[in-house]
Nanobody, 129 residues
Framework: DVQLQASGGGSVQAGGSLRLSCAAS????????IGWFRQAPGKEREGVSC????????SYAESVKGRFTVSSNNAKNMIYLQMNNLLPEDTAVYYC??????????????????????WGQGTQVTISS
């Protein structure tokens, strides 16, 4: 079974940093993409970042560009989201998810949310002003 375990959330002040981790297991397919999503109270879930397993192509939501960095250690099946210069509006539950669509450098857009078939439990990120 595919399992994802997100961790690393917490409470920090605005301007601070957090590093989220996603431990993936049971990835029986050769190519895939890992996405980070978040859901704030009263809001719809939104995509934050994506990384493809092939060439490591990444994408970011406009709201986090320049502040968040996604990376992966394929040997360890670990995916990370380094979040710097955090803002109160970054407060949300963060989720990692996997899709069998490989996001690569030639793709116009990252895989849409509905393509992600496996989700981990969320980790809470709270940013105080």
């Amino acid at each position: 079974d595919v399992q994802l375990q997100a961790s690393g959330g917490g409470s920090v002040q605005a301007g601070g940093s957090l590093r989220l981790s996603c431990a993936a297991s049971g990835l029986f397919f050769d190519n895939y993409s890992i996405g980070w999503f978040r859901q704030a109270p009263g809001k719809e879930r939104e995509g934050v970042s994506c990384i493809g397993s092939g060439d490591g192509t990444t994408s970011y939501a406009e709201s986090v560009k320049g502040r968040f960095t996604v990376s992966s250690n394929n040997a360890k099946n670990m995916i990370y989201l380094q979040m710097n210069n955090l803002l109160p509006e970054d407060t949300a539950v963060y989720y990692c998810a996997v899709t069998r669509i490989n996001f690569f450098s030639g793709a116009a857009t990252p895989p849409p949310e509905y393509e992600y078939g496996y989700w981990g439990q969320g980790t809470q990120v709270t940013i105080s002003s």
